[in-house]
């Protein structure tokens, strides 16, 4: 696979440990804590010898630019836990993969790499037969997240346990999994992220970006489809206070007054 500047996406091997490390190095030094999950040689290189997954990695000549990686749950290696939002439980375990680690450098940022990347990690998921695709994304990376529903992925959880507000986006790779109306729809400040638990707390999937920025939800179609419970929806009290929850205001109640915005 290449790029139309000779920029080539190639699955990253142990011979490229070193550089990887080097890569994410460059990358976190200037990051706020939280963008990306850093992650030791160990874990590394479990995605590279294929026991936890797959990586990818976008290589001009012998210099790495770029990296991303796929965690693939296998039957000694499945995902533990509470299913992802709207993962069903019957597909937690081995049949939901997981977007991770995508990292540019600086100096080659805005060429098209993390869509580049993120279309090979899917046409990867899409080989082995996996159910669903799953990614954490802090709400502060909106760069990362708005890539990632221009690509059809949905917003279906948030979160607050890490610290910081961090999104959960799922793609099905049953195109008709995650049916939604888009007669009912609410628009959602993108880092306002209690009016995105609201929503999703009432049933709505975050589905793409709308002309002023905001996130359009749009309401699931299936009753039988509503969110579970899980960590996804636990706020903890400290991080409410620290971010300082202005007034709650119900969604119920502010849907009456302003139909469409939030
Ligand atoms: C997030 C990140 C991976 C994006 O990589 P990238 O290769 O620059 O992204 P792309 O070039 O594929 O960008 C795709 C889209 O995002 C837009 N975009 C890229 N950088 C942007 C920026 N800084 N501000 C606004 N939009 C931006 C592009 O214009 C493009 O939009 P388009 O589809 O409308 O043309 C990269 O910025 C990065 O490595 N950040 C630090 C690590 C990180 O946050 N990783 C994600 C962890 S969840």
Known sequence: MSTANSFFVKELKVTDLSAMVALQEAVTADL?????RWKAENEFRAYLDGTRGIAYG??????????SLLRIPDE??????????LVPEEDWSVCACFLENT????????RGYHRVLLRARLAHAASLKMKW????VPLQNSVSWANLLARGMAITG?????????????RSCDAL?????????????????????AA?????????????????????????????????????????????????????????????RL
Request: charged share 15%; with cysteine; net charge positive.
């Open 76 to 85: 000694n290696h499945p995902n533990g836990g509470l299913p992802f939002p």
């Open 200 to 260: 999703l707390q009432n049933g709505y999937i975050g589905v793409r970006l709308g002309s002023d920025g905001s996130v359009i939800y749009q309401r699931l179609f299936s009753p039988g489809m509503r969110p579970t419970k899980s960590i996804w929806w636990k706020a903890s009290p400290r991080i409410l206070d620290r971010l300082r929850l202005r007034e709650s205001v119900l969604f119920s109640c502010q849907r009456k007054t302003e139909p469409n």
């Open 177 to 197: 999994a995650l049916p939604s109306d888009s007669n009912d729809q609410v628009w959602i400040r993108a880092q306002d992220p209690w009016h995105h638990q």
């Open 103 to 110: 990292m540019v450098l600086p100096a080659v940022r805005g």
């Open 133 to 136: 695709i799953c990614a954490g």
């Open 32 to 36: 706020p804590v939280g963008f990306v």
């Open 58 to 67: 976008i290589v001009e000549g012998s210099t790495l630019l770029a990296i």
């Open 158 to 170: 948030i979160r607050f346990d890490l610290g910081y507000p961090m999104i959960g986006l799922l």
